[in-house]
């Protein structure tokens, strides 16, 4: 996963980058204590450090609002601010600053930090694949729950 470049000034990448990745995630909430499950997670692009970051923040965040929201059980979509359930699988753009700590008989990354970019609606966007096994897993999962929010899960089905 480290051996790549630097999307914007091509540098050779060193152990600590930033990352951008997508995310199909859930969240359980329990009182204060948020779970957030990851069904499926994508990444997009590395960077070297936070300065190329930013300069690929903009063109890659035009037009989405809002931003960097807080984990509330209903965030807002940043395409067409529909209200997105997230106790409902949904997909979800992520930065991170992360750290190589692969050994030699292991590839492992810590995570220093991350954050939530923005948060999409299912009609705006379903990731190709994960998502519909995504609610399968959901349906199994628990079933009078689901019911019961199920209007928006239904036009997911691919029209093809
Ligand atoms: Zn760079
Ligand atoms: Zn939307």
């Known amino acids: 996963m480290q051996t790549g470049r630097c999307q914007v000034c091509e540098e050779q990448l060193g152990s600590r980058t930033h990352e951008f990745y997508s995310r ?3 969240v359980v909430f329990e009182g204060k204590l948020k779970t ?10 590395s960077f070297c450090g936070q300065e190329c970051w930013e300069a690929m923040e903009k063109p890659i965040m035009d ?11 209903v965030a807002k979509c940043c395409e067409c601010q529909a209200p997105v359930d997230r106790t409902q699988p949904h997909y979800a753009l992520y930065v991170g ?14 995570i220093l930090d991350e954050r939530e970019v923005a948060v999409f609606c299912a009609e705006c966007r379903v990731p190709d694949g994960d998502l519909a096994a995504a ?16 209007e928006p ?8």
């Open 97 to 110: 600053e992360l750290e190589d700590v692969s050994q030699p008989w292991l590839a492992s990354m810590r």
């Open 135 to 150: 609610l399968g897993l959901l349906t199994e999962e628990n079933d009078s729950v689901a019911a019961a929010e199920s």
């Open 24 to 26: 199909t995630q859930k």
């Open 153 to 160: 899960a239904k036009k997911l089905e691919p029209q093809s």
């Open 36 to 45: 957030v499950t990851v069904l499926y997670e994508l990444q997009e692009m």
């Open 63 to 73: 037009g989405l609002h809002p931003l960097y929201q807080q984990l509330h059980p």
